[in-house]
């Protein structure tokens, strides 16, 4: 298949299979946290997501100053190095309590995003030096997307496999050795990869302060018609995505009678979301391996559509008999899967081809703020919203919005063509 294509560059393969690995320890991570969390606090489990987002988007907004005048490559092997450190805190205070420290959890989550806020916009920077042949570029950019969605199988698969056989306390020991693993894989790349032909270094940006450097991520992406419409939509998308399956996903799981911190309900919610990432990484695949139309925004906002149809479903499956919950959980999941692809790789490829080298990583953090702004205030707004009309309700009014942006986005962008959209020669 074409998108494996890239994996025959050394760099690629060996980049690929760090980012394999610690996208699935973070699975294992966010699952556990979000059991905990629910079981602990319940539908004000939210406020928890609410801390990660803000954190998040104040280490994306506070570190761009700094992290574009980095070597990028030691920027990311830093970044993985933090947040393993991180995490292993954490497992050695809860070992030694018997318990989560509510402090170390909370500095780790801190830790964890300002990782998150040096590595991603990086990755973007220095993949396209990675890649041999630039046609490849749409599958380069499927396959490291692929990480993502095959740990949306495989982790949730692993959660529900070892849930009754090791203590969740080891989910997060699992994350950090993969941390590391990614950090091992992109030393491995200094060796076999000179860094001025694959890797970026350091820009210096003289006195650009952080505000600079905002506003300068902000108008690169701007100024593409599409981009700039789906940096406007980000925010309300990921964070009606978070509130469904970080939140409202697990909730409705307990109503029916399965513990949050039980093995039967933990692994319900795992098998839910193995169906999701195994619809994820199918859809990966097909897309991944085919080149940007000239008018992609069908694809992407049918993307959205789907994606939306999906959530909603997800709530409307409340409605079927207790026997057939959980195969209408796992088809809904599945479906809203399939949208994810038809969006992201487009616009990755879209970002990295029209977006000048210098204003790459600005764009990707700008962008990663949206994103974490949106988290924010859906994390803010769900545990009242869920209080007020109920968990149902709250899951189809996510979908609902979903589709409201992919049909707003057809309406509006039906007719946009760029010379040029498909892969570079």
């Given at each position: 298949?074409?998108?494996?294509?890239?994996?025959?560059?050394?760099?690629?393969?060996?980049?690929?299979?760090g980012?394999?690995?610690?996208?699935?320890g973070?699975?294992?991570y966010a699952?556990a946290?979000s059991w905990?969390?629910?079981?602990?606090?319940?539908?004000?489990?939210?406020y928890l997501?609410?801390l990660?987002?803000?954190?998040?988007?104040?280490?994306?907004?506070?570190?761009?100053?700094?992290?574009?005048?980095?070597?990028?490559?030691r920027?990311?092997?830093?970044?993985?190095?933090a947040r393993?450190?991180?995490l292993?805190?954490?497992?050695?205070?809860w070992?030694?309590?018997?318990?989560p420290?509510v402090p170390?959890?909370?500095g780790?989550?801190v830790?964890?995003?300002?990782?998150?806020?040096?590595?991603?916009?990086?990755?973007q920077s220095v993949?396209?030096?990675?890649?041999?042949?630039?046609r490849l570029?749409p599958a380069a950019?499927g396959?490291l997307?692929?990480?993502?969605?095959?740990?949306?199988l495989l982790?949730?698969?692993?959660?529900a496999?070892?849930a009754?056989?090791?203590?969740?306390?080891?989910?997060?020991t699992l994350d950090?050795?993969?941390?590391?693993?990614?950090?091992?894989?992109?030393l491995?790349?200094?060796r076999v990869?000179s860094?001025?032909?694959?890797?970026?270094?350091?820009?210096d940006?003289g006195?650009e302060?952080n505000?600079?450097?905002?506003v300068r991520?902000?108008?690169?992406?701007?100024?593409?018609?599409?981009?700039?419409?789906?940096?406007a939509?980000t925010g309300?998308?990921n964070?009606t995505w978070y509130?469904?399956f970080?939140?409202?996903?697990?909730?409705?799981?307990?109503?029916?009678?399965?513990?949050p911190l039980?093995?039967?309900?933990l692994?319900?919610?795992g098998l839910?979301l193995?169906?999701?990432g195994f619809?994820n990484?199918?859809?990966?695949?097909v897309f991944?391996?085919r080149?940007i139309?000239s008018?992609?925004?069908?694809?992407?906002?049918g993307?959205n559509?789907?994606v939306g149809?999906g959530?909603?479903?997800?709530?409307?499956?409340n409605?079927?008999?207790?026997q057939?919950?959980?195969?209408?959980?796992a088809?809904a999941?599945?479906?809203?899967?399939?949208?994810?692809?038809?969006?992201?790789?487009?616009?990755a490829?879209?970002?990295?081809t029209?977006l000048g080298?210098a204003?790459?990583?600005a764009?990707?953090?700008v962008y990663?703020?949206?994103?974490?702004a949106?988290?924010l205030l859906?994390?803010l707004?769900?545990?009242?919203?869920l209080i007020?009309?109920?968990?149902?309700p709250v899951?189809?009014?996510?979908?609902?919005?979903?589709?409201?942006?992919g049909?707003i986005?057809?309406?509006?962008?039906?007719s946009?063509?760029?010379a040029g959209?498909?892969?570079?020669?």
């Amino acid at each position: 298949m074409r998108i494996f294509h890239p994996l025959r560059t050394t760099a690629v393969a060996l980049i690929w299979g760090g980012l394999s690995l610690s996208a699935v320890g973070d699975q294992l991570y966010a699952v556990a946290l979000s059991w905990v969390a629910v079981g602990v606090l319940g539908s004000n489990a939210g406020y928890l997501g609410a801390l990660q987002a803000l954190v998040a988007l104040l280490a994306v907004l506070g570190i761009g100053r700094w992290a574009d005048r980095w070597d990028q490559q030691r920027g990311m092997i830093g970044a993985d190095f933090a947040r393993a450190a991180a995490l292993l805190v954490v497992v050695t205070v809860w070992l030694a309590t018997g318990g989560p420290d509510v402090p170390q959890l909370v500095g780790a989550i801190v830790v964890l995003a300002m990782g998150q806020a040096v590595f991603q916009p990086a990755l973007q920077s220095v993949l396209p030096g990675l890649v041999d042949d630039p046609r490849l570029l749409p599958a380069a950019n499927g396959l490291l997307d692929a990480t993502d969605r095959s740990a949306r199988l495989l982790g949730p698969g692993l959660v529900a496999l070892l849930a009754g056989i090791i203590p969740m306390v080891h989910f997060l020991t699992l994350d950090a050795l993969s941390f590391l693993a990614s950090a091992a894989a992109l030393l491995l790349i200094r060796r076999v990869r000179s860094r001025t032909r694959g890797l970026m270094a350091s820009r210096d940006k003289g006195r650009e302060t952080n505000w600079h450097g905002i506003v300068r991520g902000y108008r690169a992406t701007a100024a593409h018609p599409l981009l700039g419409y789906l940096f406007a939509t980000t925010g309300l998308l990921n964070g009606t995505w978070y509130a469904v399956f970080y939140l409202g996903l697990p909730l409705l799981i307990a109503h029916h009678g399965m513990g949050p911190l039980g093995g039967t309900g933990l692994g319900v919610y795992g098998l839910v979301l193995s169906s999701y990432g195994f619809a994820n990484l199918a859809a990966n695949l097909v897309f991944g391996g085919r080149s940007i139309p000239s008018r992609p925004q069908f694809q992407m906002f049918g993307g959205n559509v789907i994606v939306g149809s999906g959530m909603a479903l997800l709530g409307l499956a409340n409605l079927l008999p207790f026997q057939f919950l959980l195969p209408g959980l796992a088809a809904a999941a599945a479906l809203s899967a399939i949208g994810g692809p038809m969006k992201d790789i487009p616009m990755a490829v879209l970002r990295q081809t029209r977006l000048g080298p210098a204003d790459m990583a600005a764009a990707m953090r700008v962008y990663m703020a949206m994103n974490s702004a949106g988290t924010l205030l859906a994390m803010l707004i769900t545990p009242t919203a869920l209080i007020l009309i109920g968990i149902v309700p709250v899951i189809v009014a996510c979908g609902v919005a979903y589709i409201t942006v992919g049909v707003i986005g057809l309406a509006r962008h039906g007719s946009w063509i760029e010379a040029g959209v498909k892969q570079p020669a």
